[in-house]
T-cell receptor
Framework: GENVEQHPSTLSVQEGDSAVIKCTYS??????FPWYKQELGKGPQLIID?????GEKKDQRIAVTLNKTAKHFSLHITETQPEDSAVYFC?????FGTGTSLTVIP | DTAVSQTPKYLVTQMGNDKSIKCEQN?????MYWYKQDSKKFLKIMFS???????INETVPNRFSPKSPDKAHLNLHINSLELGDSAVYFC??????????????FGSGTRLTVV
């Protein structure tokens, strides 16, 4: 969406390595930042989210960090596994980023 | 199972036809959406309804008409289909209105192919 930029568009990592996907947004009123995972042939699924009063949130191997001053937030996946391969989307103010196709190489 | 269900999963039709996609959610959510995902995977909001009332109507051709008979259903009717309408259409729902405030639950998508 116009409000949200997402990088990189594609990302390949070796199994066990970490993956980081970054998003920037322009609407300073944004206060909720979800991340979605879309597997082939399925709809996007919410995997983690963060609100603007928090700087970091972690759920097992995934974490999201938020820098509200700089208007950017990132998804971190540690110890990647082949089943992490999917397209990941960030969102802010209802606009979605352009997606990152993550491939985890066994 | 609690979910957002949309039908059909695949739809192949000729140019000029009229078709509908149905969506139902049993999550008790107040807000439902239609998104279009193009071949580059871009997700673009089309419509948003809160408790049967239209609250978002993005720049979408008026050949697309959403209908919400109740807050659990949001159907999408498309008239005079064009080649450029080919895409995957996702229905979604969320608790409370205002995209950008709550996470969405998406349906599994309807792949529309216009030939």
């Amino acid at each position: 969406g116009e409000n949200v930029e997402q990088h990189p568009s594609t990302l390949s990592v070796q199994e066990g390595d970490s993956a980081v996907i970054k998003c920037t947004y322009s609407d300073s009123a944004s206060n909720y930042f979800p991340w979605y995972k879309q597997e082939l042939g399925k709809g996007p699924q919410l995997i983690i989210d963060i609100r603007s009063n928090v700087g970091e949130k972690k759920d097992q191997r995934i974490a999201v960090t938020l820098n509200k001053t700089a208007k950017h937030f990132s998804l971190h996946i540690t110890e990647t596994q082949p089943e992490d391969s999917a397209v990941y989307f960030c969102a802010a103010s209802g606009d979605f980023g352009t997606g990152t196709s993550l491939t985890v190489i066994p | 199972d609690t979910a957002v269900s949309q039908t059909p999963k695949y739809l192949v039709t000729q140019m000029g036809n009229d078709k509908s996609i149905k969506c139902e959610q049993n999550l008790g959510h107040d807000t439902m959406y239609w998104y279009k995902q193009d071949s580059k995977k871009f997700l673009k909001i089309m419509f948003s309804y809160n408790n049967k009332e239209l609250i978002i109507n993005e720049t979408v051709p008026n050949r697309f008409s959403p209908k919400s008979p109740d807050k659990a259903h949001l159907n999408l009717h498309i008239n005079s289909l064009e080649l450029g309408d080919s895409a995957v259409y996702f229905c979604a729902s969320s608790n409370l209105p205002g995209p950008g405030n709550y996470g969405y639950t998406f349906g599994s998508g309807t792949r529309l192919t216009v030939v």
